[in-house]
């Protein structure tokens, strides 16, 4: 179901003033979060460039230089986070979001201040080692400060603590309302009154005395889900009935129509339509994405080299046959090209004759077990990625014969193939790895690949890779 988001519901859509100070809450919340920042990351490098001469040189110097570097890194970094809309209270309570904007954009500051530093030939002036404890202490107050916000505004909402709009929730009959209500907390609204229409109770939906009776002069808004398709007129007397009563009123989809609409809006005409499959990626974004698989499978190829060596020599001693299987694989555009891995299994499976693996497999070798659960059965797919067969992130490939067969059972399954299979993916790190036994894990794999695709950009590419290497840990679902 479609969840309304926070920035769609400003305290400005309010009828009722006296209502308002929620979303002064929201901006005060904002405002600090941001202003703590500043003032943190000025008084870190004063910190740090007095922490660092006491430690060297043994005495205190001046720190009013690098209070001027403190404020040009605070101004840069609080102007990022605003840009990203960090400080809303609900991206403040996702203690992973924050980390991980924290470790791109602060070390992304402090490599500007020293190519600045270096450009303008003033290495002399600025002391590379304060600037590198100033760093230090940076990331360690802004991490202290993310807990403190997740855990107080946690409690906060928790409690109820924070004044919010009163809601009328109006839904069909069957609709289960704890996941909307739970949701709409996050975003400031406070489900106050339910009102449920059924095939029943039709009249329901056009008799004003309905509304009032389930205290729509009581609410600041009124939210309507909707699911039930099969019942759209009584959809449509409400929107009319409720075009009475001077409160806002949002409309908010769940199944086919709610997929539909979370699509990026355009206008035709006097009409707004939803895009539900973006074009392709342009040249630029096409070039920027390959220029990053380029870089990056060098890198890893670089680095894990001495690592393929041992396991490559560990297969062969463990059990007989070749070091490395590959198997035909779709990529981009249905395209069909050979994917290489580290063999891991005592069979060479492909075309029809291909079984996932499952818990405690007989087919699986003892090394083999332990470089799937690891996921290093993949590091030699580096080289499909520079050969240009796949991407660093991306959808998973799957056997010919599982794309055959998932094909037939899920609509949307042939859209993963509009970018380049991935080494990595959104779908794995939001916990969709290993054995999918059933339709539904396939189609809930896909659900993620697919907003991967509609949401595509350089950085959730490296968001991606980032939380990779933090998932790669858990080896519940790896077998």
Same mark, same amino acid.
């Given at each position: ?24 809450? @929201? ?35 001046? $720190? ?73 202490? @940076? ?9 403190? !916000? ?12 924070? $004044? ?114 973006? $074009? ?47 198997? @035909? ?53 580096? !080289? ?12 998973? $490939? ?57 949401? !595509? ?23």
């Amino acid at each position: 179901m479609t969840i309304p988001v926070e920035q769609n519901w400003g305290p400005h859509l309010s009828v009722k003033s006296d209502r308002k100070w929620f979303g002064f809450n @929201s901006i005060a919340i904002t405002g600090f979060a941001a202003a703590f920042d500043f003032i943190l990351l000025i008084a870190a490098s004063a910190a740090g460039h007095l922490f660092y001469e006491r430690l060297v040189f043994g005495g205190l110097a001046d $720190p009013s230089l690098y209070v001027g570097i403190g404020l040009l890194v605070a101004t840069i970094f609080v102007l990022a986070m605003f840009g990203i809309h960090a400080y809303r209270p609900g991206e403040l309570l996702s203690f992973r979001r924050q980390l991980l904007w924290i470790s791109a954009f602060l070390p992304a500051v402090f490599l500007f201040l020293l190519a600045v530093v270096l450009f303008l030939k003033i290495g002399t002036t600025i002391s590379r080692g304060a600037i590198i404890t100033t760093a230090v202490f @940076s990331i360690g107050g802004l991490i202290a400060l993310r807990l403190f !916000w997740h855990r107080h505004l946690s409690r906060a909402v928790a409690r109820a603590a924070f $004044p919010s709009r009163r809601v009328l929730l109006i839904c069909p009959g069957a609709m289960p309302t704890e996941p909307v209500v739970q949701r709409a907390a996050l975003s400031g609204l406070c489900v106050k009154h339910t009102m449920r229409i059924t095939e029943a109770n039709m009249a329901l939906a056009s008799a004003s005395e309905a509304y009032e009776k389930h205290g729509i002069t009581d609410v600041d808004e009124v939210l309507v889900a909707w699911s039930d398709y099969g019942n759209l007129p009584a959809l449509e007397q409400c929107l009319i009935a409720l075009r009475q009563f001077c409160v806002p009123v949002s409309v908010m989809f769940g199944g086919i129509v709610g997929d539909v609409v979370e699509g990026l809006a355009q206008t035709v005409g006097e009409r707004r339509v939803f895009q539900t499959h973006r $074009p392709p990626l342009d040249y630029y974004e096409r070039g920027l994405k390959r220029a990053f698989d380029i870089v990056f499978s060098i890198a890893a190829l670089v680095v894990m080299f001495p690592i393929c060596v041992v396991i490559a020599a560990a297969i062969k001693l463990d059990s007989p046959g070749p070091v490395f299987f590959a198997q @035909s694989r779709k990529g981009y555009n249905g395209r069909a090209f050979r994917i290489l891995k580290f063999r891991s299994m005592s069979v060479m499976e492909d075309s029809i004759n291909v079984r996932q693996a499952t818990r405690n497999d007989p087919r699986v070798t003892r090394v083999g077990s332990f470089i799937r659960s690891t996921s290093l059965d993949e590091l030699p797919q580096f !080289w499909n990625i520079l050969r240009g067969d796949m991407s660093v992130v991306g959808p998973r $490939p799957h056997a010919l014969v599982h794309d055959d067969i998932y094909g037939a059972l899920i609509a949307r399954y042939a859209s993963r193939r509009h970018v380049k299979p991935g080494l990595t993916g959104w779908a794995q790190i939001n916990g969709c790895r290993g054995e999918t036994p059933t339709v539904d894990r396939m189609a809930d794999r896909v659900r993620h690949d697919l907003w991967y695709i509609n949401n !595509w950009s350089l950085w959730l590419d490296l968001k991606i890779v980032f939380w990779t290497a933090v998932t790669v840990i858990d080896r519940r679902n790896v077998y």
